[in-house]
């Protein structure tokens, strides 16, 4: 049998241009659970397996020097999932979080989370606030873990904080605009991603990040969370160099 092998050429760091290395990245992690099938496992292996993905991205966006890095890891939707894989990815969250943080600290990573934290678990988010609380005087990369996060619940969340201001005449109807806006989603503070990738092979957003993604580059790769590395982060941002961003314009506007 004749078996083709074919070897892509992977993209080092070194072959980034350091100018443009997007400030913020996002990464919507999927694929465990199609992986662990592959590999004849259950799913809660899959998880389980993606956080050495984990590990492996975040040194790589420290390295090239990526100020922000969001990663999806549980949604509001997710928690529609069969009760046990509920229950074992947030023991595995628990794991992660406290095998982790030393590693964190040994790369200068802060750690911060955003979505509707309160309705995780104590013990989760007892775990969380103890190494946001250890990571908080790093100065490299902040990693964002988004958590029982949905874009529509961040919006929801932001006009029902600006109905109560308008209603106590803290702010006047004629103030509202896209900047207001963002001052009241849950998110305030984090750039907008100039980069999201999703692996896994599918080609949609899934409730991740709506307002914040209006004009970001999407990068879709067919590699299957556990699988990914940050040589595939390279990659994207690599493609994320040579495109165009108009952002409405035309390219001769660009150019000048
Ligand atoms: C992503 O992998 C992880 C979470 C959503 C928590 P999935 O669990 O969605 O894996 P697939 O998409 O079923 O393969
Ligand atoms: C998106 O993946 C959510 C996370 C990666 C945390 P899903 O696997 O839940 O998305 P769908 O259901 O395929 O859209
Ligand atoms: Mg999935």
Same mark, same amino acid.
């Given at each position: 049998?004749?078996?083709?092998? #074919?070897?892509?050429? /992977?993209? @080092?760091?070194? @072959? $980034?241009?350091?100018?443009?290395?997007?400030?913020?990245?996002?990464? =919507?992690?999927?694929?465990?659970?199609?992986?662990?099938?592959?590999?004849?496992? *259950?799913?809660?292996?899959?998880?389980?397996?993606?956080?050495?993905?984990?590990?492996?991205?975040?040194?790589?966006?420290?390295?090239?020097?990526?100020?922000?890095?969001?990663?999806?890891?549980? +949604?509001?939707?997710?928690?529609?999932?069969?009760?046990?894989?509920?229950?074992? &990815?947030?023991?595995?969250?628990?794991?992660?979080? &406290?095998?982790?943080?030393?590693?964190?600290?040994?790369?200068?990573?802060?750690?911060?989370?955003?979505? *509707?934290?309160?309705?995780?678990?104590?013990?989760?988010?007892?775990?969380?606030?103890?190494?946001?609380?250890?990571?908080?005087?790093? +100065?490299?990369?902040?990693?964002?873990?988004? $958590?029982?996060?949905?874009?529509?619940? !961040?919006?929801?969340?932001?006009?029902?904080?600006?109905?109560? !201001?308008?209603?106590? @005449?803290? =702010?006047?109807?004629?103030?509202?605009?896209?900047?207001? =806006?963002?001052?009241?989603?849950?998110?305030?503070? $984090?750039?907008?991603?100039?980069?999201? =990738?999703?692996?896994?092979?599918?080609?949609?957003?899934?409730?991740?990040?709506?307002?914040?993604?209006?004009?970001?580059?999407?990068?879709?790769?067919?590699? $299957?969370?556990? *699988?990914?590395?940050?040589?595939?982060?390279?990659?994207?941002?690599? *493609?994320?160099? /040579?495109?165009?961003?108009?952002?409405?314009?035309?390219?001769?506007? #660009?150019? #000048?």
């Amino acid at each position: 049998m004749i078996k083709i092998v #074919i070897t892509e050429k /992977k993209v @080092d760091s070194k @072959d $980034l241009n350091s100018s443009k290395i997007p400030h913020h990245v996002a990464i =919507i992690m999927d694929g465990n659970g199609r992986w662990a099938e592959l590999n004849g496992n *259950d799913r809660i292996f899959g998880h389980r397996k993606g956080v050495e993905a984990v590990r492996s991205v975040v040194e790589g966006a420290g390295e090239i020097g990526i100020h922000y890095l969001t990663l999806y890891a549980f +949604s509001t939707e997710n928690w529609n999932r069969p009760r046990e894989e509920v229950n074992a &990815l947030m023991g595995l969250l628990v794991h992660a979080i &406290l095998a982790e943080t030393e590693n964190l600290n040994k790369n200068n990573v802060s750690l911060r989370a955003i979505g *509707d934290l309160k309705s995780m678990p104590a013990e989760v988010q007892e775990n969380l606030a103890a190494a946001i609380a250890k990571t908080a005087n790093n +100065s490299g990369l902040r990693l964002v873990l988004a $958590l029982s996060y949905s874009g529509r619940w !961040e919006l929801v969340e932001a006009v029902k904080n600006m109905a109560d !201001e308008l209603k106590n @005449d803290k =702010i006047d109807k004629s103030s509202i605009n896209e900047e207001l =806006i963002g001052k009241y989603l849950p998110t305030f503070g $984090l750039p907008d991603p100039e980069l999201l =990738i999703r692996t896994g092979g599918e080609f949609r957003v899934s409730n991740f990040l709506l307002w914040q993604i209006a004009y970001t580059e999407l990068f879709f790769s067919q590699k $299957l969370w556990p *699988d990914y590395r940050k040589e595939d982060l390279f990659e994207a941002v690599n *493609d994320f160099q /040579k495109r165009e961003r108009r952002f409405g314009k035309t390219s001769e506007q #660009i150019r #000048i």
